[in-house]
């Protein structure tokens, strides 16, 4: 998976925040960025071990502070492991980061009250896994991640139409999309 910075890559076997809210934190977007690596700083020298590979991801752009998606992925390879720390919970892109900020000092409490291998244990949930085999719902169907159940039910007609079995498609090609539609409506309707 290419990680860029803009726009955002979302690892995708994290689901997505369906509903956000407004985050108690006072710091704007630069002191956010800072803090986020200064946490990052302080974790590598805290574990001894090397953190590099660093990308901060998200849909800000030069002038553009305030994306109508504010989520926030940090990528970066630590200690062999590719990790992810992605938050979409908060309205801004500036609370999503102050919260990773605040994910990572965690783990650096971790490292002073208990072992590396608790905090290596701990990082084995952000491990940014590959995608599963066949596409995550949204690419089978070729929507966007944030598509609602509608849109997922448009998709899935319209591709179930030209690929039907009845109508010479495959019929592995068919249950891809069958599998995708159940996925997608299993997700949006029950988060």
Same mark, same amino acid.
């Given at each position: 998976?290419?990680? +860029?910075?803009?726009?955002?890559?979302?690892?995708?076997?994290?689901?997505?925040?369906?509903?956000? @809210?407004?985050? =108690?934190?006072?710091?704007?977007?630069?002191?956010?960025? !800072?803090?986020?690596?200064? $946490?990052?700083?302080?974790? +590598?020298?805290?574990?001894?071990?090397?953190?590099?590979?660093?990308?901060?991801?998200?849909?800000?752009?030069?002038?553009?502070? $305030?994306? &109508?998606?504010?989520?926030?992925?940090?990528?970066?390879?630590?200690?062999?492991?590719?990790?992810?720390?992605?938050?979409?919970?908060?309205? $801004?892109?500036?609370?999503?980061?102050?919260?990773?900020?605040?994910?990572?000092?965690? =783990?650096? #409490?971790?490292?002073?009250?208990?072992?590396?291998?608790?905090?290596?244990?701990?990082?084995?949930?952000?491990?940014?896994?590959?995608?599963?085999?066949? /596409?995550?719902?949204? @690419?089978?169907?070729? #929507?966007?991640?944030?598509?609602?159940? @509608?849109? &997922?039910?448009?998709?899935?007609?319209?591709? &179930?139409?030209?690929?039907?079995?009845?109508?010479?498609?495959?019929?592995?090609?068919?249950?891809?999309?069958? !599998?995708?539609?159940?996925?997608?409506?299993?997700?949006?309707?029950? /988060?």
């Amino acid at each position: 998976m290419a990680i +860029a910075a803009y726009p955002l890559t979302w690892p995708p076997t994290f689901p997505r925040a369906k509903y956000r @809210e407004a985050g =108690r934190f006072k710091t704007a977007l630069p002191n956010a960025i !800072k803090n986020v690596q200064a $946490s990052l700083r302080g974790f +590598a020298s805290d574990s001894g071990k090397t953190l590099k590979d660093l990308v901060i991801s998200s849909n800000v752009t030069l002038g553009a502070d $305030s994306p &109508a998606d504010p989520g926030v992925a940090v990528w970066f390879m630590w200690d062999g492991m590719q990790v992810c720390i992605p938050v979409d919970r908060y309205s $801004s892109v500036a609370s999503n980061l102050q919260a990773i900020h605040h994910i990572l000092e965690a =783990r650096r #409490v971790e490292l002073r009250h208990g072992t590396l291998a608790l905090v290596r244990a701990t990082f084995q949930g952000f491990i940014a896994l590959p995608a599963p085999a066949g /596409g995550m719902w949204w @690419e089978v169907l070729g #929507v966007s991640q944030t598509a609602s159940l @509608e849109e &997922a039910r448009a998709a899935w007609k319209k591709l &179930a139409s030209e690929n039907h079995p009845d109508k010479g498609g495959d019929p592995d090609r068919m249950a891809q999309i069958n !599998k995708a539609f159940a996925d997608a409506e299993k997700e949006i309707t029950h /988060g």
